[in-house]
């Protein structure tokens, strides 16, 4: 991307990684992207399901730790 | 279980398709597609709701390794609105119904295929993380902001 094209919005450092990222093949990108952390409580069950998209809100903000940030603000 | 690895994100890709399923990538996995540098772990997969793309989905889950009871194929066939698989290969969210999206129909209309992959348009991925109003997306949304910027200034070439 030209100076001429870039968002001026756009921090320089995001910028950079974003061009960075663009240059990466898919796999590579999706490599450096998937980590696997375990978040307690909501890996703690290998099914759950719920009725409506505010069921689920409510429940991962009466079950899940604040830390994990599934809390509505 | 480890990481969810590029060549079981083509598995996905490849068994829906076969299937015939109507899906769409979303959220940070669907951003990290369209180039978003950043970490997730695992894969939202926004789903058409109806009884034959549901009974579809379910056929393609377990080719790929999803151990679906009955009673949880039938959950996935209903089309509830949120559905979380964490009893295969790698993990799974299903959506039926994303905050901040009117229709499947519309996402569909507007989505862009990376590599075979088909994912929402970035403008909807935002949409929903926005409606979300969730404490860890009120931290990525300005970043995911900037990253739409850049991605509509770079194909608009």
């Known amino acids: ?73 | 279980m480890g990481a969810f690895e590029y060549r079981q994100a083509e598995e996905v890709r490849d068994a829906l398709a076969h299937h015939g399923v109507r899906y769409l990538f979303i959220g940070k996995s669907g951003a990290i597609l369209l180039g978003f540098p950043d970490t997730t772990q695992d894969a939202d997969l926004f789903v058409e709701k109806s009884p034959a793309n549901g009974a579809a989905l379910v056929a393609a889950l377990r080719e790929i390794g999803f151990a679906l009871s009955e009673p949880q194929a039938n959950e996935i066939r209903r089309g509830k609105d949120f559905v979380q698989l964490k009893n295969g290969p790698f993990d799974l969210d299903l959506v039926f119904a994303p905050d901040g999206l009117e229709s499947f129909a519309e996402a569909w209309q507007r989505r862009i295929e990376v590599e075979g992959f088909p994912v929402c348009h970035i403008d909807d991925i935002i949409a929903s993380k926005a409606a979300t109003n969730r404490v860890k997306d009120r931290e990525s949304l300005p970043r995911l902001r900037s990253f739409r910027d850049y991605w509509l200034a770079k194909h608009r070439r």
Not at chain 1, 38 to 63: H, I
């Open chain 1, 1 to 73: 991307m030209t100076s001429s094209e870039v968002p001026r919005n756009v921090p320089a450092d995001w910028l950079e990684e974003f061009e960075a990222a663009a240059r990466r093949p898919l796999p590579l990108r999706w490599r450096y992207a998937m980590i696997h952390t375990y978040k307690p409580v909501l890996d703690d069950a290998s099914f759950r399901s719920f009725d409506t998209m505010e069921d689920y809100r409510r429940w991962c903000e009466q079950n899940l730790p604040d830390w994990l940030g599934y809390g509505r603000l």
